[in-house]
């Protein structure tokens, strides 16, 4: 059964930088058929699309995040990163991975991990 | 980016009432259409993709229709289980964006 798990620190002081890892267990991270995302979702708000990458490097950003975002995998691990420079309190969430295939939903998820943005 | 709206945002129903949530995107995207179940502090849990397909273990009386632009989720008779957040999506391309929520609450 796939399970996603996100980790990393639950506090980042402003204007540094956002470090998650998640951790793909009970598949292949390099299955072709597949996408691997993370999404955010402020306190109280709804679902915002960070970015995708495949296991092959390739990826995709929301431009509203892209110059401040980058996605990376690791085979080898089966695990993918998401780093979020210069972080503000805006960028305050609960982060989620999972995994969707091409024009299909995110069918797995992560259990979500809360990040604050504070000094 | 396609932007994703539903309606009504919220929602008052009472157990047994038939639900019917609207998502219209601002161009077509086909039937690259997902809905969301969340419930609070849990994480979202995938209803339907490719606008009907029904995921496997989600109830019957949970159906999605639309293609093109609009779309629609109904729940046929709700539950007392039924009561969270539902969220639509479009896959068509990236950015892929979400729909503002609509909270479905006891009347």
């Known amino acids: 059964q796939l399970q996603l798990q996100e980790s990393g620190p639950g506090l980042v002081k402003p204007s540094e930088t956002l470090s998650l890892t998640c951790n793909v267990s009970?598949?292949?991270?390099?299955?072709?058929?597949?996408?691997w995302d993370w999404i955010r979702q402020p306190p109280g708000k709804g679902l915002e699309w960070i970015g995708t990458?495949?296991?092959?490097?390739?990826?995709y950003y929301n431009p509203s995040l892209k110059s401040r975002v980058t996605i990376s995998v690791d085979t080898s691990k089966n695990q993918f990163s998401l780093k979020l420079t210069s972080v503000t309190a805006a960028d305050t969430a609960v982060y989620y991975c999972?995994?969707?295939?091409?024009?299909?939903?995110?069918?797995?998820w992560g259990q979500g991990t809360l990040v604050t943005v504070s000094s | 980016d396609i932007q994703m709206t539903q309606s009504p945002s919220s929602l008052s129903a009472s157990v047994g009432d038939r639900v019917t949530i609207t998502c219209r995107a601002s161009q077509s995207i086909s039937d690259y259409l997902s809905w969301y179940q969340q419930k609070p502090g849990k994480v979202p849990k995938l209803l339907i993709c490719s606008a009907s397909s029904l995921q496997s273990g989600v109830p019957s009386r949970f159906s999605g229709s639309g293609s093109g632009t609009d779309f629609t989720l109904t729940i046929s008779s709700l539950q007392p289980e039924d009561f969270a957040t539902y969220y639509c999506q479009q896959n068509y391309n990236t950015p892929h964006t979400f729909g503002q929520g609509t909270k479905l609450e006891i009347k």
């Open positions: 999972a995994r969707h295939s091409a024009h299909r939903g995110y069918d797995h």
């Open positions: 990458i495949y296991y092959s490097g390739t990826t």
């Open positions: 009970g598949g292949s991270i390099s299955g072709s058929s597949y996408y």
